[in-house]
């Protein structure tokens, strides 16, 4: 089983920069951030391969960035340019595989707790 450990969330402005880490306990070739707003359905952010396929939603496409560091089961989202609609509680997930489409939640084998991130204006 592995175990996800997201961190880095937090009551933030628009303005300034915020960067959300994810912990594996292990190696899985898929990763990714989704997100779940309250009375919203889960919705995917972002997702990375072990290759280095990036796949990013419209809503955060040149907002976020996400990386991740395959030596030490790491991922980060780099969030720029946050508005009040990025509010949500903030998912890791990862899988063996990586699903497609991208953003299917049922595609992903494992998931952290959440991290919340609450943005004003």
């Known amino acids: 089983q592995v175990q996800l450990v997201e961190s880095g969330g937090g009551s933030v402005q628009s303005r300034g920069s915020l960067r959300l880490s994810c912990a594996a306990s292990?190696?899985?070739?898929?990763m990714g951030w989704f997100r779940q707003a309250p009375g919203k359905e889960r919705e995917g952010v972002a997702a990375?391969?072990?290759?280095?396929?990036?796949t990013y939603a419209d809503s955060v496409k040149d907002r976020f960035t996400i990386s991740r560091a395959k030596a030490k089961n790491t991922m980060d989202l780099q969030m720029d340019s946050r508005k009040p609609e990025d509010t949500a509680m903030y998912y890791c997930?990862?899988?063996?595989?990586?699903?497609?489409?991208?953003?299917?939640?049922?595609?992903?084998?494992?998931w952290g707790q959440g991290t919340q991130v609450t943005v004003s204006s």
């Open positions: 997930a990862a899988g063996r595989r990586c699903p497609w489409p991208r953003f299917i939640p049922g595609g992903y084998n494992y």
């Open positions: 292990e190696y899985t070739y898929c």
């Open positions: 990375i391969d072990s290759d280095g396929g990036i």
